[in-house]
């Protein structure tokens, strides 16, 4: 479930709920890990708001029992939108679950990679290729977006929000498809090396 995917999910759970959007947060770092800066800004914004954090699906916040257990005593009320009915006590278990889903991925992976080396396959190297090949086609793909970048900066925006909203207000396309957000619109003016980190 890719952010667009997700970021729909919620949009349209909101939209049946009458909620209201005070932020939306990208967490970019893996649901494994326990340092989320995003997500410790998205809590500190919710406790300041008193607003509730919501989220696409549990396991993409987390795949960690003591994680889930921490983020209920943190004082934040939270939703998946995937089980918005679900109480303490199943988050718990649908936590435990997404922890041994995660804890056996990990293996299979490490016992195919372990079994492709001893067939003399060498690891990595298609990788590398590829992630080459995808990096130079997002580069040539950014620089078609180069004189509408420059046209909006030439009316002095310059932030990361304000020229997402230019875009979007000009109906520009992302690359994706869809519209324009905050990371696909940094991740584009870093390709163009616009300089603009600024939020």
């Known amino acids: 479930m890719g952010l667009e995917a997700q970021k729909r999910s919620v949009d349209a759970f909101l939209e049946s709920k009458g909620g209201e959007v005070l932020e939306e947060v ?9 340092a989320r800066p995003r997500l410790a800004d998205a809590l500190a914004l919710c406790r ?12 993409r916040l987390a795949r960690n029992v003591h994680f889930i257990s921490g983020l209920m005593e943190s004082g934040v009320e939270f939703l998946a939108v995937d089980q918005p009915t679900k109480d303490r006590f199943m988050l718990h278990i649908q936590a ?9 991925i990990s293996e299979r992976t490490k016992a195919a990679l372990l079994s ?3 067939r003399g396959v060498v690891i990595g190297a298609t990788g590398r290729v590829l992630a080459a090949r995808h990096k130079e086609r ?5 620089e078609t977006y180069g ?9 002095g925006k310059f932030r990361v929000r304000e020229v997402r909203d230019e875009l979007n207000a000009l109906g520009v396309v992302s690359p994706g498809g869809g519209a324009w957000h ?10 163009l090396e616009a300089g603009v980190l600024e939020v």
Do not use: C, M, Y
Request: glycine share 2%.
């Open 116 to 118: 492709a080396k001893k």
């Open 182 to 191: 905050l990371p696909n619109t940094h991740r584009l003016l870093k390709r």
């Open 26 to 34: 990208t967490e970019v770092e893996s649901g494994r890990k326990s």
């Open 138 to 142: 997002a580069e040539r793909n950014a």
């Open 147 to 155: 004189p509408v970048i420059h046209q909006i900066r030439s009316t």
């Open 96 to 104: 435990a679950f997404a922890e041994e889903e995660a804890r056996r």
């Open 48 to 59: 300041k708001k008193r607003a509730t954090l919501i989220i696409a699906k549990l396991d």
